[in-house]
């Protein structure tokens, strides 16, 4: 079979769109039009419907006669793709030959990039920045819906064309990792994740929690005394061993230096596991430690250019109330950087790395201050880029018994939490009676795709901006709009390719189609502009939505016509290869999202 790049693939609006332009232009002497099509309402006969109106003007006809003009100049100019047509109005409801349908499916079963915009040389270059953990704790639910929606966004940019850049800023340094160091230097000791056969993320996270524990207390014996809980917080001696802590490492003292090396370096592999479990990947990591002396360094020119201002503690500050936002502190009186000190000189080192067209922050909408703020004081400090920084804010999730609380020790952990759901897939599959011939191994293999992918499918399919409620039960179900649903609706379909054996492509000339084989056709020709639109306003949820509508119009076919007991050669043909460019489109939709596709379910 002879196979075609997406670019030289037009698309069914496409063309009619251009049969349009050219009777208009000939009919009223209107050039330059680009009709915009859309699906005839459902109780009119017709399968794209064109309004009139802006053409009455040129026109000078009633609404009625216009359509009925272009109509019948479509029907007579352009045999081959309009086969009837009716007016309503100034609504001109189009019905293509069936021959259309059939031939742009073999186009897109030819395509093994359909949709996918190849990227080029000189394409804009788009930075991404997700996950952003802390090394202090595991990563948990909240930060696996950052990093499925970075991951997911930049896997829609690089299939509309962009060169992407996938970046990660680790923060390693700072107050909460010198709160685990303490913790383990009075209370760990000695031990190690190999000591105690635990992840290195989740051991350090154990201090994280001890040392919160061991604070509290204390607070509450200071205030035991007759002290406020604000004197109580400024006579702990356990948060000042803390920030004298953080003051040597950033002073560079040799225990305090190798000791964050080495309870870092077992968050780092424990950081490393959990991705590639989770299947997100970057091309470049930045820590905080080597960014935020940059930051410090362009803040302290900002101070002798008179654009900062030092407080008589020793604090260093913006003010941006003339901005319309108020005063930003940058450095502490102690001469210790804050988070967006690092921030700036993040963004610095990434542009000198990088010619970035554009900078995403895949960051919560409790964020959303914080990069304005920041975008005000990079343009002060002179860096063209700014202004042009884009900050992709979502939602949070929720849970039923409230917020996720690191400190305290009740955060939804990202590892327990998809092998949770790897292990319910496979219940479910069981009490099912699915893939029981399989060997164990392939079942497991096949329940950690599904698994993971209810998952991905459950956290992506809702607007990012919106909070939402993850449910595990809801996610897992086999028939609605779930990641499951939506491979095993592929698993079927590989399961008739397998026992068709070969497809035998034709010219499916003079061939009748089905009302649901047209749909299903028109669905597959809608994901280019699907991809388009998920890229242009940054939302995987487009993809979600759509893969969903696909899956379910498939299966509604399915349900309504034989394939393999088709007695027609030529219809049975032609619905395999719809069922395999249905597969195909759903993998690489799916695949978008981060999601496999398993074989058999």
């Known amino acids: 079979m002879n196979q075609m790049s997406y670019k030289d693939y037009k698309g069914i609006e496409s063309e009619l769109s251009k049969a349009i332009a050219t009777v208009v232009s000939d009919l009223y002497g209107v050039d330059g039009v680009q009709p915009a099509l859309q699906p005839t309402k459902k109780e009119f006969e017709g399968q794209y419907t064109y309004v009139v109106f802006p053409l009455l003007k040129q026109a000078k006809k009633a609404p009625v006669a216009v359509g009925e003009e272009i109509g019948g100049a479509l029907q007579?100019?352009?045999?081959?793709?309009?086969?009837?047509?009716n007016v309503v109005n100034g609504f001109l409801n189009l019905t293509l030959q069936d021959e259309v349908f059939a031939s742009y499916l073999l186009e897109i079963d030819k395509c093994d990039d359909f949709g996918f915009t190849p990227v080029g040389e000189g394409a804009p270059l788009y930075m991404v920045e997700y996950s952003s953990p802390n090394t202090n704790k595991p990563l948990h639910l909240?930060?696996?819906?950052?990093?499925?929606?970075?991951?997911?966004?930049?896997?829609?940019?690089?299939?509309n064309g962009k060169r992407v850049v996938k970046t990660n800023i680790v923060n390693d340094r700072g107050i909460h990792i010198c709160k685990s160091m303490l913790a383990w230097q009075k209370w760990g000791d000695g031990v190690t994740?190999?000591?105690?056969?635990?992840?290195?993320?989740?051991?350090?996270?154990?201090?994280?929690?001890?040392?919160?524990?061991?604070?509290?207390?204390?607070?509450?014996?200071?205030?035991?005394?007759?002290?406020?809980?604000?004197?109580?917080?400024?006579?702990?001696?356990?948060?000042?061993?803390?920030?004298?802590?953080?003051?040597?490492?950033?002073?560079?003292?040799?225990?305090?230096?190798?000791?964050?090396?080495?309870?870092?370096?077992?968050?780092?592999?424990?950081?490393?596991?959990?991705y590639r479990q989770l299947g997100v990947d970057f091309d470049k990591i930045y820590y905080e430690s080597e960014t935020?002396?940059?930051?410090?360094?362009?803040?302290?020119?900002?101070?002798?250019?008179?654009?900062?201002?030092?407080?008589?503690?020793?604090?260093?500050?913006?003010?941006?109330?003339?901005?319309?936002?108020?005063?930003?502190?940058?450095?502490?009186?102690?001469?210790?950087?804050?988070?967006?000190?690092?921030?700036?000189?993040?963004?610095?080192?990434?542009?000198?790395?990088?010619?970035?067209?554009?900078?995403?922050?895949?960051v919560?909408?409790?964020?959303?201050?914080?990069?304005?703020?920041?975008?005000v004081i990079l343009d002060k400090l002179g860096f063209s880029f700014g202004k042009d920084l884009k900050h992709f804010s979502y939602g949070m999730v929720e849970l039923p018994h409230g917020k996720m609380k690191s400190r305290e020790g009740t955060?939804?952990?990202?590892?327990?939490?998809?092998?949770?759901?790897?292990?319910e897939a496979f219940q479910v599959s069981s009490n099912q009676g699915k893939v029981q011939d399989h060997p164990e191994s392939e079942r497991r293999e096949i329940a950690r795709k599904v698994g993971?992918?209810?998952?991905?499918?459950?956290?992506?399919?809702?607007?990012?901006?919106?909070?939402?409620?993850?449910?595990?039960?809801?996610?897992?179900?086999?028939?609605?709009?779930?990641?499951?649903?939506?491979?095993?609706?592929?698993?079927?379909i590989q399961s008739v390719l397998r026992r068709a054996n070969e497809v035998d492509i034709q010219d499916f000339k003079e061939i009748d189609l089905s009302e649901k084989e047209i749909s299903l056709v028109r669905r597959l020709d809608d994901f280019p502009a699907v991809v388009k639109q998920a890229?242009?306003?940054?939302?995987?949820?487009?993809?979600?939505?759509?893969?969903?509508?696909?899956?379910?119009?498939?299966?509604?076919?399915?349900?309504?016509?034989?394939?393999?007991?088709?007695?027609?050669?030529?219809?049975?043909?032609?619905?395999?290869?719809?069922?395999?460019?249905?597969?195909?489109?759903?993998?690489?939709?799916?695949?978008?999202?981060?999601?496999?596709?398993?074989?058999?379910?």
């Open 76 to 85: 007579t100019t352009f045999p081959r793709l309009v086969k009837s047509y």
């Open 142 to 159: 909240g930060h696996i819906r950052n990093n499925l929606l970075g991951y997911s966004l930049s896997q829609i940019l690089t299939a």
């Open 193 to 274: 994740p190999e000591s105690l056969g635990k992840k290195g993320d989740h051991l350090v996270g154990d201090f994280y929690v001890l040392f919160d524990k061991h604070y509290k207390e204390e607070l509450r014996e200071l205030e035991a005394t007759g002290l406020t809980a604000e004197e109580a917080e400024a006579q702990s001696k356990l948060m000042q061993e803390a920030r004298q802590m953080l003051q040597k490492w950033e002073e560079g003292d040799e225990a305090v230096t190798q000791l964050w090396k080495m309870m870092n370096g077992w968050v780092y592999e424990g950081f490393d596991e959990t």
């Open 292 to 362: 935020y002396l940059i930051g410090k360094g362009e803040v302290l020119r900002g101070l002798d250019e008179g654009i900062f201002v030092k407080e008589s503690d020793g604090s260093v500050w913006a003010d941006l109330t003339s901005e319309g936002y108020d005063k930003k502190i940058l450095l502490r009186s102690d001469g210790t950087s804050v988070y967006i000190t690092q921030d700036i000189g993040t963004a610095k080192l990434r542009h000198s790395d990088y010619d970035i067209d554009q900078m995403i922050y895949v």
């Open 364 to 375: 919560g909408n409790e964020q959303e201050y914080h990069f304005q703020v920041l975008s």
């Open 411 to 423: 955060v939804v952990d990202a590892d327990d939490l998809m092998a949770e759901m790897i292990e």
């Open 452 to 492: 993971l992918g209810a998952l991905k499918y459950f956290l992506l399919k809702v607007d990012p901006k919106k909070n939402m409620l993850f449910d595990p039960e809801e996610s897992i179900d086999f028939n609605g709009n779930t990641g499951p649903f939506i491979q095993y609706t592929y698993a079927r």
């Open 535 to 601: 890229g242009d306003i940054m939302s995987p949820a487009i993809i979600c939505n759509y893969a969903y509508e696909l899956g379910r119009e498939f299966n509604q076919f399915y349900h309504d016509h034989s394939i393999l007991n088709e007695p027609n050669p030529v219809q049975r043909d032609l619905r395999l290869l719809l069922s395999r460019s249905t597969a195909k489109v759903l993998k690489q939709a799916m695949g978008l999202l981060g999601i496999e596709m398993p074989e058999a379910m």
